[in-house]
């Protein structure tokens, strides 16, 4: 569908990839957002599980948030000229949360696993949804500073075919998500079950 | 509510008459910050402006933080203080807030050093800047003291304060930054004031999840 129905706008062939871009990109919100609810309802509500269900969301959104900055990147090439380019808020955004959520890993395996270690990421999965609006307003200050003339131009305005296309490619990456999510939560399951086991023989 | 200021002004007046009697801390961040300046000196080639001598003096003030905050809890960890701390019959928040007041304290009286001397080495400070660092300690105090608590209950211990830190600092940074190099400071003083109070909120609500299991 996004390489043959979606119409050519004037920037040619590479706009195709914002159909993967801009889908990635807000399934990796949804994807922290998700992990923070699901580390709010662990320390709040104790919901048994949830910080597995935490921590597999924001492993995805990492992975999703990594993908952001690679097809960005190869985005602002073709269009600019530039592998990165400190004007494009997004971009910026994403790699401030891609620094603090890789932090998240380094946080979460130097504790023992138990519930010092679920409470600590549930902590600071909900920094992280605080973080996201306060780096988002940030960035725009900061570009107020960094590069006077605001960068205003937004590229054409979507015609009705190509916001069908989005909202398809929107849908298909976040039923990848959660396809993932449901994959990834049976595996981690598995291996809790089995570690019980181990060690109730052993 | 009585007690709970209590419980924090006794926490902190513990830090700081700790840190009267042994001195570890604040000489190693004035000379940090001192060193680091004459550093900016010599990194900065000739011609590049008092701009970029601003911009360095707020990697200063972050760096010396982090330098400061990497100690708070070292005496409780050494001495096994926390487990006893938590144990109080008293708020957990409070044992956050008063160590943020000391830290606050400690890197305040760092920059009556810092400021004047960059004014010497580099260019004047101006209202606006000093009004901006004084409201980026809160923010940078309250939430380095947060993320130095969690490093201390991991296994990398001090290693780790900075990864956490830092990319939770970069809105000071641009808040602090901004407030000193833009032509009208107001709306970054306020950015730095909601940073302040939405990250204050969030520690003082969630610090006793990480002090207790």
Not at chain 1, 26 to 46: D, E, Q
Not at chain 1, 49 to 59: F, N, R, T, W
Not at chain 1, 113 to 120: D, E, H, K, V
Not at chain 2, 34 to 55: K, N, Q, R
């Amino acid at each position: 569908m996004v390489a043959f129905y979606a119409p050519l706008d004037r920037d040619g062939l590479n706009q195709k990839i914002f159909y993967i871009h801009v889908p990635i990109a807000l399934t990796s919100y949804a994807c922290f957002g998700w992990g923070a609810w699901k580390g709010l309802l662990h320390l709040w509500k104790r919901t048994p599980g949830a910080d597995l269900e935490s921590y597999v969301s924001i492993h995805l959104g990492v992975i999703f948030g990594a993908m952001t900055l690679i097809t960005g990147s190869i985005w602002a090439k073709f269009r600019w000229g530039h592998w990165w380019l400190w004007s494009e808020k997004q971009l910026v955004l994403f790699l401030v949360l891609f620094l603090f959520y890789s932090a998240y890993f380094m946080l979460r395996f130097s504790v023992e696993p138990g519930q010092r270690q679920a409470n600590l990421s549930a902590v600071y999965s909900l920094f992280g949804v605080v973080l996201i609006p306060i780096s988002f307003l940030a960035i725009r200050l900061a570009n107020q500073y960094i590069h006077p003339i605001a960068f205003t131009s937004h590229g054409p305005q979507m015609s009705g075919s190509q916001f069908f296309t989005f909202c398809v490619c929107l849908a298909a990456m976040l039923a990848l998500f959660s396809a993932l999510y449901r994959l990834e939560l049976a595996g981690k399951r598995i291996d809790a079950s089995l570690r019980e086991l181990r060690e109730l023989i052993g | 509510m009585r007690r709970y200021v209590g419980d924090v002004a006794a926490l902190a007046r513990k830090d700081l008459l700790l840190e009267v009697r042994s001195r570890d801390t604040l000489p190693a961040m004035l000379l940090f910050v001192a060193s680091a300046l004459v550093i900016f000196h010599f990194a900065l080639p000739s011609g590049t402006g008092e701009l970029a001598g601003l911009g360095l003096l707020w990697v200063a003030i972050v760096f010396t933080a982090l330098l400061g905050l990497s100690r708070a809890f070292v005496a409780e960890r050494e001495q096994g203080v926390l487990d006893g701390l938590v144990l109080a019959p008293s708020d957990r928040s409070a044992i956050w807030l008063g160590k943020s007041i000391a830290a606050l304290a400690f890197l305040a009286l760092a920059e009556v050093i810092a400021l004047p001397l960059f004014s010497i080495f580099f260019s004047s400070v101006d209202g606006a800047t000093i009004a901006a660092v004084l409201l980026a300690d809160l923010g940078i105090c309250a939430v380095g003291v947060f993320v130095s608590a969690m490093a201390i209950a991991t296994r990398a211990r001090e290693l780790l304060l900075p990864v956490l830190f830092l990319p939770l600092a970069i809105p000071v940074i641009v808040g602090g930054v901004g407030a000193s190099v833009a032509g009208s400071p107001g709306r970054y003083l306020g950015f730095l004031v909601l940073y302040d109070l939405l990250f204050a909120t969030i520690c003082w609500a969630s610090f006793e999840y990480v002090v207790t299991e």
